[in-house]
């Protein structure tokens, strides 16, 4: 794929994100009326697409989505994972979909006299406790990005520390965090608990973003690196004790706290053992059937986080490959990377462009999207288009993807 291409692709990538924005309410990971998760402002999905595209190209979107999720913050300091404009549970289950909205206008509006509903961790089956990390760190980026971003998140600092303080208090003495079993962060389909990988390298990278160079943050680092980062294999580990491969947890751990050497172990591991034909895994081995959630069995979607390649996964590696070409100290090193980084980013987009969408999940073992007769994934899911849209201005500032052509 030439640059071309590439750049008509980011074209219409950038009009399908606009339909993600509601104004006055914030940025939802699907925009088609059919589609799950439509009208739905998420913590951690609205937290990936404003890092990687809304704080740059539309702060309004920003501000209307943090509005949206303070606005319901608890006395506790706890927020939403979610706020909705119909019912996800609902949309979820084949045979009611087209009762969402309808019904979330007859209970909500009619008779509870809201037009939103936020969901906390315990509601609808969820457990999320990578919210206040995620929101925490985006918060952070939005406020250091501009002035106005500045002056936005004074008027929201009180709203920040509180979260900051819910959270910190539920934090062992080393400052990580453990969990009771659930659905807790994005790989909400499997049941995890304990001490995890992903959400402490969300809440240490969060944790350093409000704190700066506390004293406790750096310890908090040595002890996630201690704990979760499997020196030997190159990659962080899904939980305490466990030997299983996170590639999300592997990816973030690598670009915010390992140096640029360290960082092509990890890459070398992840070729290894996460390569598939669509894209990178999410965990080696995969969870067995045991811990899977009844919901995702049911609707024949056990492999939802499990097995399925996620491509804004692929997407976010690519910034840890810019990365190590922008800062390994050998020449060659670099040149390996900056080659690998572009070849990446053009395998996503013709991944998109023959499935005729940049579809939520893909099947591992083709480059087909992962829709079946129980689920069907959004066609142009945010994460995929705020990814491919970060990794592509990336590289198209850096002036790589001129040398393709």
């Known amino acids: 794929m030439n640059l071309s291409q590439l750049n008509a692709l980011a074209a219409r990538f950038a009009k399908l994100l606009a339909k993600h924005y509601e104004p006055g309410f914030g940025i939802s990971p699907a925009a088609e009326a059919h589609d799950n998760f439509y009208r739905q402002v998420w913590a951690r999905d609205f937290a990936h697409a404003a890092a990687h595209y809304f704080i740059r190209e539309n702060p309004q979107a920003v501000e209307d989505s943090l509005s949206t999720i303070f606005r319901y913050q608890r006395a506790d300091g706890a927020l939403p994972l979610r706020v909705e404009k119909e019912y996800l549970i609902l949309k979820l289950i084949p045979g009611l979909r087209a009762f969402a909205r309808p019904a979330f206008i007859l209970f909500e509006e009619k008779i509870q006299g809201r037009k939103e509903r936020p969901v906390y961790t315990g509601q609808d089956f969820s457990f999320a406790e990578d919210t206040i990390p995620a929101v925490l760190m985006v918060a952070c980026m939005y406020r250091g990005a501009s002035e106005r971003g500045r002056r936005f998140m004074e008027t929201h600092q009180s709203a920040c520390a509180r979260a900051y303080a819910h959270f910190a208090k539920r934090c062992g003495p080393d400052g990580l965090i453990s969990v009771s079993p659930g659905n807790v962060d994005w790989a909400d389909s499997v049941t995890r608990g304990g001490k995890l990988g992903l959400l402490n390298v969300l809440w240490v990278r969060a944790a350093q973003s409000v704190q700066n160079e ?182 198209l500032e850096l002036g790589w993807l001129d040398e393709r052509v």
């Open 214 to 395: 506390d004293g406790h943050v750096a310890r908090m680092e040595r002890a996630l690196l201690d704990m979760f980062y499997e020196r030997g294999g190159a990659f962080f580990r899904a939980a305490e004790g466990d030997s299983r491969l996170d590639t999300v947890a592997t990816i973030l751990g690598a670009l915010f706290f390992l140096d640029a050497r360290e960082c092509v172990r990890v890459e070398e591991t992840l070729k290894a053992r996460m390569a598939r034909p669509s894209g990178l895994g999410n965990f080696d081995p995969p969870y067995p059937a045991r811990l899977i959630r009844t919901p995702s069995k049911l609707i024949g979607h056990g492999d939802y986080h499990n097995a399925y390649v996620w491509p804004w996964v692929s997407l976010q590696n690519i910034h840890v490959k810019i990365k190590i070409a922008q800062m390994h100290p050998e020449e060659a090193v670099r040149e390996q990377y900056k080659k690998e980084a572009v070849d990446d980013l053009c395998d996503v987009a013709a991944l998109f462009e023959d499935a005729g969408g940049a579809y939520e999940i893909f099947f591992p073992g083709t480059r087909k999207p992962a829709d079946t007769s129980w689920y069907h994934p959004p066609r142009n899911f945010m994460a995929s288009l705020a990814g491919f849209m970060s990794a592509h201005r990336k590289l």
